[in-house]
Every structure is written in C-alpha cells, then in structure tokens.
C-alpha cells in the first residue's frame, strides 16, 4: 500500500473527515484508496456526507480517468454530497483536473471551516426540496 486514509465520523451531523495521504500513479494504487473508503463506509452501513482533508493526496495524470471513474462509482453507493480542502496547490490541482474529467463536481476549499459550511449549505437546499 502507498499511503494511508485516516477516518473520523461525526454521527450527529452524518459527516466522515477524511485525511488522504496517498499518491495515486497505478491502477492499484486507485483500487486499494477506494478500498480503504468501501471498507469504511460499508461498516456505517448508511449514506453519509464526506469532508476529506487532500493535502497529502497526489493523482498522476496518467491514472486520473481510472481514478475519476472508481470516485464517481463510490460517491454513488456510500456518500451523499462531498466536499474537499487544502491549500496544497499541487493537491489541489490533481484532484480539481481529475474531477473535471469525469464532470464530478470539484467543491474544493481553503479551510475545513469552508468545507463543512458547504456540506450544511449542501443539507439545507436538500431539506427544501422535499
């Protein structure tokens, strides 16, 4: 394994903080991230909104179609709106290229602050549609 994911669920807002610190170059490396999220996710046993810290997070662009791929699938089974911080430009960029490719939205942040405000932000027009 090339990196590592670090957990934390806060069952009173339904929000797992993630930290990601991986970097990303083969089609192994995206399976064996993404099974660390399953892994996870499946022991909620429920949907859940995710907040992942990317600083430490590296996706090589040779890999990134695969990576966005196996992303929009996990999003679509576990979680129900995400959101991502850091100020690593490099970070940054790679997950913002790599989501653009797969038209998943980019919803990247400077702060935690910021991201959990758009996670309540993402809750409410939820609320209002039904």
Do not use: P
Not at 86 to 100: E, I, K, P
Not at 114 to 125: D, G, L, R, S, V
């Amino acid at each position: 394994m090339s990196g590592s994911v670090t957990f934390e669920y806060d069952a009173e807002k339904n929000i797992v903080f993630t930290e990601d610190n991986w970097e990303i170059k083969t089609r192994e490396d995206v399976d064996a991230f993404f099974v660390e999220y399953q892994k996870f996710f499946k022991g909620l046993n429920k949907k859940v909104y995710v907040i992942s810290h990317i600083d430490g997070l590296l996706v090589r662009a040779k890999i990134a179609g695969y990576y966005g791929e196996t992303a929009r699938t996990t999003i679509g089974n576990y979680v129900l709106g995400f959101a991502r911080w850091g100020t690593d430009d490099w970070a940054r960029m790679t997950v913002r290229t790599t989501s653009l490719k797969v038209k998943l939205t980019v919803n990247i942040y400077d702060t935690r602050e910021e991201a959990i405000h758009a996670i309540e932000e993402m809750k409410k027009a939820e609320e209002e549609e039904f």
